[in-house]
């Protein structure tokens, strides 16, 4: 997640301070991916090194204003008209424990699919929820636009989910299912002949 370049974008509608900027975007996205605020100010001081952001002033309360610089607007349009690379996809723990609790004793696989599974649907079913409840009334502003995207992802990357694991589990079944038709292997690895008596 660019937390980066969600701070550039936030900072081009004017000045902000590090808690402003923190409440905003977890405004924009619904909270799905709560930031702390020294997360914040660690990746402006970053943001300012590279010249994105620099400190603009201080307002009444003493909190210090950043402001994106022209180098910034840059960058931030780059992000915005290039592609999401998933060509080096993020390393995902589900996936990761599936390949490993593949043929690994004492593990029932089958069991970890059903466990996923159903932890899986009832995310898709709190999100649709909230989904559900967001469109009682129509979106107000862009924030409320934002957090609907966001939460339609997260709907979309559900259903996917319990899709996988679907075929995880088909998959598993058909491989036990050759593993017990398959003739046992020599141990020599040399074909057998008959002896002649």
Known sequence: ?????GLLALLERGPRYGSQLRTEFESRTGATWPLNVGQVYTTLARLERDGLVGQDAEDDAGHTLYAITDEGREELRGWYAAPVDRASPARD???IKLAMAVGAPGVDIRAVIQ????HTVKAMQDYTRLKARALDTAPANRDEVAWLLVLEQLIFQAE???RWLDHCESRLVRLAAAAQTDPAPTTTGKPRTKTRR
């Open 1 to 5: 997640m660019s937390i980066r370049h």
């Open 93 to 95: 723990e589900l996936a």
């Open 115 to 118: 466990s996923q599974r159903a």
């Open 160 to 162: 996917a989910e319990a």
